[in-house]
């Protein structure tokens, strides 16, 4: 099956990352067509996700499709790359009809357009228009500075890192004055004891 | 068993403290009774609507203390914010909060709703809530125990005894503010719209 897979799409190496799990990297056209593969042929009946990730260095998002067999022995990860800028990749729902709610995630989360879904309309976001919140380009801190503002602390407020280093310092110098004293008394025990086991002994002996 | 008994006792005590002399007696009673019957909107927003169902039922019993549930918020007295708040969940609070009849409260749970808590680099979640709804007693923690709601809540029946507690009037008074920081998150159309299109046609959920 590897080496089927390695000789029609020409990937350089099908990553083993498990006993139940590798990878393989293919061309934006050629996915679906590994995929119908693989569910037909080799019986991965099952899609858990369809993940993306951000290489925004590289300028491109990387999707995942993951396939598991029907016994739940073997998980596949079909991966491919679409550029950045105005990106689009078809639609797999007529293989998956559940695909459809994952990839409205992407659209939503990504913008990502998925031409064959006819429902990527919003998820868990209500009428947004920014940029699509897990692009690495949306800059989350200053989105929310230019829309709240923060409550200042209490007048009394202290700076928690000094604090917990201030008494984390009393602790241990309570710690080492306790160990003193025991260090002493010990001492005084074994001073007040000495002669009494002298005089033991002397007793002993007489 | 203890707590219990603690927190009767500390209000039996705040009975005893609480400064009505100013008021008539109509006055007087009306604060007591709205004291000793608060419904409240069984409604959670965020993780801690998790500690509201100790809170209410046998283990900390906050109905000894004429706290209860609400079926509908117009029949409720008080609306907890229970912990983070996002914007879609806020555009819910307003729409239930101006259905609820006065008066009205507004209880704030966890350190969201007092500064954004874990969430305040969130794009997603408000960070001061009495920005956008008036706020009468707000409980922190992250996330507070059944004994610090049953605090917050006692907190809340001293300020209605004493007639302190007006945030309704608040918001009728100052409501272009609470207008203008809703409309600066959520848009112009604040409250969502009263149609069943997800329910009722393909392209809902």
């Known amino acids: ?206 | 068993m203890e707590e219990g008994f603690l927190i009767q006792q500390r209000q039996m005590e705040s009975d005893l403290s609480s400064d009505t002399s100013h008021k008539s007696s109509v006055d007087f009673l009306m604060n007591w009774f709205r004291k000793r019957s608060i419904f409240v909107l069984a409604y959670g927003t965020g993780c801690g609507a998790i500690e509201m169902p100790p809170t209410f039922t046998s283990r900390y019993d906050a109905e000894r203390l004429g706290i209860r549930g609400a079926a509908t918020p117009r029949q409720a007295d008080v609306i907890i914010v229970s912990g983070y708040c996002s914007y879609k969940t806020l555009r819910r609070i307003i729409r239930t909060y101006e259905q609820m009849a006065n008066p009205k409260y507004v209880l704030a749970l966890g350190s969201c709703t007092v500064n954004g808590g874990m969430y305040w680099d969130s794009y997603n979640t408000i960070k001061k809530l009495e920005d956008y709804i008036p706020v009468d007693m707000y409980v922190s923690g992250c996330m507070p125990r059944p004994e610090s709601i049953l605090e917050g809540f006692l907190a809340l029946q001293k300020e209605i005894a004493e007639g302190k507690a007006s945030s309704w009037q608040r918001y009728e008074e100052n409501y272009e503010f609470y207008r203008k920081n809703q409309e600066k998150v959520l848009g112009r159309n604040v409250a969502p719209a009263y149609d069943a299109d997800w329910y009722l046609y393909d392209g809902g959920l």
């Open chain 1, 1 to 206: 099956m590897n080496t089927l897979i390695r000789n029609r799409f020409g990937t350089d190496e099908i990553e083993v990352k498990r006993d139940d799990l590798s990878k393989v990297t293919v061309v934006k056209y050629r996915v679906f067509e590994l995929i119908h593969l693989l569910v037909e042929q080799y019986g991965y009946t099952t899609l858990n996700a369809i993940t993306c990730a951000d290489w925004i260095e590289e300028g491109h998002f990387a999707i995942t499709y993951m396939l598991t067999t029907r016994a739940r022995r073997h998980t596949f990860m079909v991966q491919t790359m679409i550029g950045r800028e105005e990106a689009k990749i078809d639609s797999l729902t007529m293989l998956f009809p559940q695909a459809e709610i994952m990839e409205r995630d992407l659209h939503e989360m990504y913008g990502i357009d998925f031409p064959g879904n006819g429902n990527l309309v919003e998820l868990s976001l209500e009428n947004w228009v920014h940029t699509p919140p897990l692009r690495r380009e949306f800059d989350t801190l200053a989105f929310v500075n230019e829309l709240h503002d923060f409550r200042e602390g209490r007048d009394d407020n202290l700076d928690v890192k000094a604090e917990m280093k201030r008494l984390r310092a009393l602790k241990k110098a309570a710690k080492e004055a306790a160990a003193k004293k025991e260090a002493l008394k010990t001492e005084e025990k074994e001073e007040a004891s000495q002669p009494s086991a002298a005089q033991k002994e002397s007793g002993h002996g007489k």
